[in-house]
């Protein structure tokens, strides 16, 4: 394996028994939580108004003032933005990044789906492997902060809201159980585990119907069950003169998303799937994004009377059907828009080609979204969707330090990244890529 | 005299022998565009004349021929129609996976003018693609390059004198490495060759044969030109013919490959039995041997920046063009997605962030270059005089994520066009609402039969 | 006999129809005497008259102006007399034919009748156990490919391949086509892509030999590839195989006549039934028919008979009309298949249907007046359709569309009598032609047909028995695909045309046409699809089983690992209700 970097020994030595090292790790260690002064640089606030010459103050780890003329602390570190854009680092809210590194032929890289159907308690940010080479390759285009989310089954898991920086899942997180993801079963067939393989196993006499419908009356029930469970255990803490319920991992993970406290991510593209899954989602009272939302535009304004977001990961899709114009992803975020329904702009990919996000965004503001809506659905709206907005997703005081400073348009594919912080620290920019250019880039 | 003649024959005789469609449109002057020629820089508030279905003109305050139609471009950008090195569109199938060498078979066989995705692509601004064979075995079928006419017949399509190409395929694929469950599932052998070695082996035999077949002929001929009667020819093998074209240089050899290794391994087998591999495709670790593949004159067509969904694309970087062609190798981006292919432009500008091409650089990635490839740069890739009418009008700077293509011309001829696109789009709604009336009321009752 | 083909009875029963219509067969009788004693136990066949006299019809004859008020005689398998001032012959049977039309007998220009039980396509097919099954036994046997005798080629590329030794009469197999006013088919193997030579026959006899009017009629050429893995796997390899194997036949023939010539000092040349049964097809002797629908099919069809100087003729021919120009000018006949589009079941969620396959729709119908109007030389084919009643329905349909009713008739009876050189024996009612009528009450084309004569044996029609192998995988179908790249919702439309299929994949996977689609009678499909992924645009092929309204199997892609597809199809009562009802 070919490691230049000096940190890399340091690193394998704090973890000598990493799993991750077989494959090498290719991300460079931010630096400390110290304070810096980003100055003369054209800050893209996103919140407000741009300041075109303006200075961000960095300080443990939070934005501590913005504007044309603030005054830098002593002891700051000055970054010369002189020529350069300052924007919030983007968010890519529709991956699975350190869950699968190679998905072909490396099964033993692909940590992203659990077997069975209904795994509420299986956690990403268990199976998150920091050392996963898509992280350093993603974050130097600007994106600071992903939702990496398990999939398959029905019920697939808990996605983590983390950081791109960091040696240990617990220093990235920043929302460790951000969401419930749900996979309804489809109109015609949907859903993996037992349902599906014990209808392929039997062949014949199975209908595809009536397996859908077993599957979602599962469902229905893994939830009820979820919800008396609750009621049972609530009660027992007010009365311990009741019987104690016993105690269960699966049903107890469902909570927070049964209170609403805990969004619940439905991936749905068509039309049908988007509504069944709002329907099923305020039936059970279950808070709803959707994930996907290729046919969004057909159903926004039922998405707009019900305040469900959606995170749009079919811009760069081809169109599905025969017939659709050329450009029918490409105007989905401008429809939606239009029609006043939430959503975010997503890649979609689980990892290596999240670094694509910026031109997801700018090939939607060659379509009709306004370059400033582009450029929010991509750093504020995702943070806001899921539930973070307090925290990051623009260049504001108090909320985190996850900046990046570019040579221009932060969506443009020319554009170069010359300083990244995430989280307050200093980011190096090398990763897998750059050290593999330098390694050969003057090869005789 | 004439038109006597014209009485006399028959009218799809006479549709034949009609000039060309190209010949029949009306000139074209673009006015006061920012022009990106690629081979010879950006010409600034410039017109541009397209007539007879060539570059006619370049110029300042050039005047209209008559009949011309005339498109005001303030502030727009003309760059040369992207050509896409590597596609599998408009096919009806990709791979004959059957057997480890299927030169005989030919993508101009399956071509389907009629796939959509022909269209989706003259709106990103392409209008050539070099079809492949897929890489299921070491020496798949013959390719065919073609011009995105959308709506003509395939021989309309088929680019004039490109020459001829065949498609190899190295590494994962053809080892089967990651589709192998589907061989224990079927209980049938896995197929030779598993491995790098036995694909060395396949293209030594094949060539070897080729050799030996061109031999039987070459003898054949020269008892023929001797002037010896009744001999019988031999066998004509369809296998071999194209890989004795191979040999003679006739041929272009497209190779799917990764891992330097593979790609090494197969420009020693050239090299040993006298030809030039054309181009490596995809190529993801060319950046790691760009000194061998320039020297062997090889060009490489690689992705802009996809990697790691397989093992032997884990070391890919986005950085490959840009170190190939600082040694020297022609290099292109490609898409092989009907996906990609869309939005070239954007691969395209991603080569100026990683490995800093310039801006002419980055567009000969995917149009120059890929002519050159494709044997054609003597009449695509670049705006100048005397070229194919190719030509895209973008409404900015095509290397900018916020730009679209407006209209797509070839040879001379508008091929896509955003106003044209939304008169279609009505069209198509109000023939949907006619054809499905007419469905309904075409449904009449069967007669009875007793 | 082949290996896989059920061998017939030395000498078959008379034709059930035949016995049904209560007159003993003269003709044919004596021909199958022994078989027939046999048969019924009787130590005598019957020799009863074999004349008929249809009298005071509408005769239609195909040639000039019908004749409102006539008479048609028939006399030992011959047409003896027609006119208006002709006169019953003493000896004959009459039939009052008031309010009756006879037509000359309707030829199906295209088939595999009387071809099984590996043709599976014919409606007797499904009844039929295999090769020593008794009735109902399990079809092991359907959809297995015919095989010539000793052939050094594939299955499946084996042009000797010869229909007259593989067809024979069956119970039920014709009630169908005689239903439909059919005396005469041109019939040949159902698959393969070399089908072998066809042979045209009349729809009732005692044995295979009675039933031949013509054979070999023509090459025939389908352009599937082999299923099971064997090469050719796809389009490519199909056109790849025919052209070495019609080059290897023209090399066969230089050598074979060298050694003719002078055998002294050469290598005895390999015998090789397939390259000699190339041999009249590459002198143009005989024609072969090309199974072609779309534009790009039939242009590919006359392109590779274009480079081997063949004689082709089209069959199937839906996009014919794009073509005609060049069909005309290179003088092809077209076999317009009257298995139009039917609508599809589609669930209520599913994707629209794409314009191309409305417009397929709603066009079919238009397609011989356009051939007509572009003069270009056709006839009708029942395009292996399973409801027999689509037949005239279609044809009538074409009628409705533009054409003249005579020119409907003339595609039906002169246009393919002619194609097929038999002209000079069938196609029109005139005196000493073979006796093949059909008589309609009322008009052809909304009529009812109530009796076909065929070789002057009259054969009452009955309507058959529901076909359990229709259409099998047609219908649109929610379908959720599985791959290592995660779950795809796609709609799947499928069409089925005998063992073929065709449509188109919309969804998640992008959009495009399915290619080298087969399905057989057990319901296992086989097709190819064009899927953009992640990593790019790949080749799909799709392989798995219909049962009921649920179609499952496993998905195979180049590079990657097995994926698998689920989908169902709306049932007859609809689809379940939806998820979220309450």
Redesign the interface.
């Known amino acids: 394996m070919l490691r230049l970097f000096k940190y890399t020994a340091g690193l394998l030595a704090a973890l000598p028994l990493a799993a991750a090292a077989q494959l090498g790790s290719y991300n460079p260690n931010p630096g400390p939580q110290g304070t810096f002064a980003i100055r003369g640089g054209h800050v893209v606030t996103v919140s407000g108004a741009d300041i075109p010459n303006g200075t961000v103050v960095i300080s443990g780890g939070k934005i501590t003032a913005v504007g044309a003329s603030v005054a830098v602390p002593s002891g700051a570190k000055i970054i010369d933005a002189t020529g350069l854009m300052v924007y919030p680092g983007m968010i890519e809210t529709g991956s699975s990044v350190g869950l699968s590194e190679i998905p072909q032929g490396a099964a033993s890289t692909v940590d992203i789906s659990e077997v069975g159907s209904f795994n509420p308690n299986a956690q990403a940010f268990f199976g998150i492997d920091p050392h996963s080479a898509h992280i350093g390759v993603a974050r130097v285009v600007g994106i600071t902060t992903v939702v990496s989310r398990p999939t398959g089954g029905i019920i697939s898991g808990q996605a983590a809201l983390i950081n791109l920086a960091g040696d240990t899942p617990p220093k990235m997180a920043v929302e460790p159980r951000v969401a419930l993801v749900m996979q309804l079963p489809r109109s015609g067939f949907g859903g993996r585990g037992f349902a599906r393989a014990a209808a392929l196993q039997q062949g014949q006499n199975v209908d595809a119907n009536r397996v859908r419908q077993a599957q979602l009356d599962s469902l229905r029930d893994l939830l009820r069950d979820a919800a008396a469970y609750e009621k049972a255990q609530a009660a027992y803490a007010k009365d311990k003169s009741l019987p104690r319920p016993a105690h269960d991992v699966v049903l107890a993970s469902l909570i927070p998303a049964l209170d609403g406290t805990m969004p619940v991510v439905f991936p749905a593209d068509r039309a049908t799937d988007i509504r069944d899954a709002v329907n099923f989602a305020e039936e059970m009272h279950l808070k709803p994004i959707i994930m996907g939302g290729a046919d969004a535009p057909a159903v926004a304004s039922f998405l707009k009377q019900h305040n469900v977001p959606v995170v749009v990961t079919a811009v760069m899709s081809l169109p599905s059907r025969e017939d659709d114009p050329y450009d029918v992803n490409f105007t989905i975020p401008a429809k939606l828009a239009a029609a006043g329904v939430t959503f975010a702009i997503s890649t979609g990919n689980p990892g290596s080609e999240i670094r694509t996000l910026p031109y997801n965004a700018g090939m939607a503001a060659a379509h009709g979204l306004s370059k400033a809506d582009a450029l929010k659905s991509v750093t504020l709206w995702p943070a806001q969707i899921f539930g973070v907005g307090n925290l990051m997703g623009s260049i504001e005081v108090g909320k985190m330090a996850n900046v990046v400073v570019t040579t221009g348009d932060l969506l443009e594919a020319k554009t170069d990244t010359k300083y990244l912080f995430i989280d307050g620290r200093q980011v190096p920019l090398d990763n897998k890529h750059t050290e593999l250019n330098a390694l050969f880039k003057d090869r005789p | 005299m004439k038109s006597l003649i014209a009485l006399l024959l028959p009218a799809a005789l006479a549709a034949q022998q009609a000039p060309p469609a190209a010949a029949r449109v009306a000139p074209t002057l673009i006015r006061n565009a920012t022009i990106l020629t690629v081979t010879k820089g950006r010409l600034e508030n410039s017109d541009l004349l397209l007539e007879n279905g060539k570059i006619a003109r370049i110029g300042k305050n050039l005047s209209a021929p008559a009949g011309a139609q005339v498109i005001d471009a303030t502030g727009k950008y003309v760059m040369p129609g992207i050509i896409d090195p590597h596609s599998h569109t408009m096919i009806d199938a990709v791979n004959e996976g059957t057997l480890s060498v299927t030169s005989m078979v030919r993508i101009r066989d399956v071509l389907n003018p009629t796939d959509i995705n022909i269209y989706r692509q003259l709106a990103g601004g392409v209008t050539t693609i070099n079809v492949l064979h897929g890489s299921a075995n070491t020496i798949g079928g013959q390719n065919a390059v073609v011009k995105l006419k959308w709506g003509r017949d395939v021989d309309e399509m088929l680019f004039p004198g490109a020459p001829p190409g065949i498609k190899f395929a190295l590494g994962e694929n053809v080892t089967q490495k990651n589709s192998q469950q589907v061989e224990q599932a079927t209980g049938r052998p896995v197929r030779y060759p598993a491995t790098r070695m036995g694909q060395e082996e396949v293209l030594r035999d094949a060539f070897t044969r080729a050799r030996d077949y061109k031999a039987t002929w070459d003898d054949y001929n020269a008892r023929v030109a001797k002037g010896e009667k009744n001999l019988v020819p031999p066998e004509r093998n369809l296998e071999l013919e194209p890989l004795v074209e191979v040999l003679e240089g006739k041929r272009f050899v497209h190779a799917h490959s990764y891992r330097a290794d593979e790609m090494l391994m197969l420009l020693e087998v050239a090299k040993e039995f006298g030809f030039t591999v054309k181009t490596l495709q995809h190529g993801l670790e060319g950046y790691k041997i760009a000194s061998e593949i320039a020297q062997a004159g090889t060009g490489l067509s690689t992705f802009a920046d996809e990697w790691s969904y397989k093992i032997e694309a884990y070391d890919a970087i986005p950085y490959n063009t840009a170190i190939l062609m600082r040694h020297g190798v022609v290099a292109t981006v490609n898409s092989d997605s009907d996906e990609r292919a869309r939005r070239l432009n954007i691969d395209a500008a991603k080569m100026m962030r990683y490995g800093g091409l310039t801006e002419d650089e980055a567009l000969k990635t995917i149009t120059y270059n890929g002519a050159v490839q494709l044997g054609i740069q003597d009449k695509v890739g670049s705006i100048e005089v005397g070229k194919d009418a190719d030509v895209v009008i973008w409404n900015g700077d095509p290397l900018s994520v916020y730009s679209t293509a407006q209209t797509t011309f070839i040879d001379g001829e508008i091929f896509f066009d955003v106003q044209r696109d939304q008169a279609m789009r009505e069209r198509m709604a109000k023939e949907r609402i006619a054809l499905e009336a007419a469905d309904r009321a075409g449904r009449r009752t069967s007669p009875v039969v007793p | 006999m082949p290996s896989n083909h059920r061998t017939p009875a030395p000498a078959a029963p008379p034709a059930r129809s035949t016995l049904r219509a209560l007159v003993p067969v003269l003709a044919s009788a004596l021909a199958a005497a022994p078989a027939a004693r046999a048969q019924l136990g009787t130590a005598h066949s019957r020799r009863a008259p074999d004349v008929f006299a249809i009298t005071n019809a509408k005769i239609v004859t195909g040639i000039g102006p019908a004749i409102e008020r006539g008479t048609v005689v028939v006399r030992d398998g011959l047409i003896a007399a027609v006119g208006g001032a002709v006169q019953a012959p003493a000896d004959a049977r009459v039939i009052d034919g008031a309010g009756l039309t006879i037509y000359p007998g309707l030829i199906d220009a295209n088939s595999s009748l009387g071809i099984g039980p590996e043709g599976a396509t014919t409606t007797a097919a499904a009844t039929r156990g295999g090769r020593g099954g008794g009735r109902g036994a399990a079809p092991a046997q359907q959809g297995a490919p015919l095989a010539a005798p000793n052939s050094i080629h594939p299955v499946g590329l084996q042009p000797e391949l010869a229909a007259a030794d593989l067809v024979h009469p069956e119970d039920d197999a014709f009630d169908g086509p005689q ?2 006013g059919i005396t005469t088919a041109l019939t040949a193997a159902p698959t393969g892509i070399f089908r072998g030579l066809s042979a045209l026959i009349d729809l009732n006899g005692a044995n295979a030999q009675a039933m031949i009017v013509k054979a070999p009629v023509a090459e025939h050429i389908g352009f599937v ?1 082999q299923r099971g ?9 199909v ?2 195989a025919l ?2 194997e019609l ?2 036949a023209q ?1 066969y023939a ?2 074979q006549a ?1 050694y003719a ?1 002078n055998p002294r000092g050469m290598h005895r040349p390999e015998t090789d039934p397939s390259l000699e049964a190339l041999q009249p097809v590459l002198s143009r002797q005989i024609p072969v028919i090309m199974e072609a629908s ?3 099919e039939i ?2 069809a006359l392109d590779l008979a274009k480079e081997f100087s063949l004689r082709p003729i089209i069959a199937g021919g839906e996009e014919a009309d794009l073509v005609a ?2 069909l ?2 290179e003088n092809v006949p077209v076999l317009i298949s009257l298995n139009f589009p039917r ?1 599809p079941q589609a ?1 209520p ?1 599913a ?2 249907e ?3 396959v ?2 397929a ?2 066009d079919a ?1 238009k397609l011989a007046a356009k051939l007509q109007a572009a003069g270009v030389k056709f006839a009708f084919e029942d395009g292996r359709l399973t409801n ?3 037949f ?2 279609n044809a ?2 074409s009628v ?1 569309a533009g054409l003249t009713a005579d020119q409907a008739v003339h595609a039906l009876t002169a246009a393919p009598a002619e194609i097929f050189g038999v002209s000079d024996r069938l196609g029109t009612i005139e005196t000493g032609k073979v006796a093949n009528l059909t008589v309609v009450r009322g008009d052809l ?6 009796q076909i004569f065929v070789d002057g044996t009259p054969v009452d ?3 058959p028995q529901g076909s359990a192998a229709a259409n099998v995988a047609a219908g649109t ?4 695909v ?1 791959l ?4 795809k ?1 796609v709609t799947l439309a499928l069409q089925q045309a005998g063992d073929q299929l065709r449509g ?1 994949i ?3 996977l ?4 399915i ?2 689609g087969s399905v057989d009678g057990s319901g296992v499909v086989q097709f ?1 699809a ?1 899927v ?1 992924m ?6 799909a092929k799709f392989s798995g ?1 219909v ?4 179609i ?1 199997g ?1 998905v ?7 994926g ?1 597809f ?3 199809r709306p ?1 007859r009562g609809g ?6 009802a ?1």
């Open positions: 239903s439909a590839a893995g064997g090469y050719p796997g796809s389009l490519l390899g056109f790849a052209r070495q080059l290897d090399h230089a050598v060298a010539k779309s534009q790009r242009e590919r120009a060049r005309k000018a609508r669930s969620d994707d629209p794409p314009l191309r409305l417009r729709r709603v119908p027999w009643s689509d005239l329905a009538g349909r409705d084309f909304g009529g009812r047909v109530t029609v009955r309507t179908w929610t379908v959720t599985t290592d790249e995660g779950e919702p188109n919309q969804g998640a992008g959009s495009s046409q290619s080298n190819t064009s953009t992640v990593a790019g645009t790949e080749e089983t049962a009921g309204n649920t499952r496993t195979a892609i180049v590079g990657h690992p097995q698998t689920v989908g169902s049932g689809r379940g209700a939806p998820p979220a309450r």
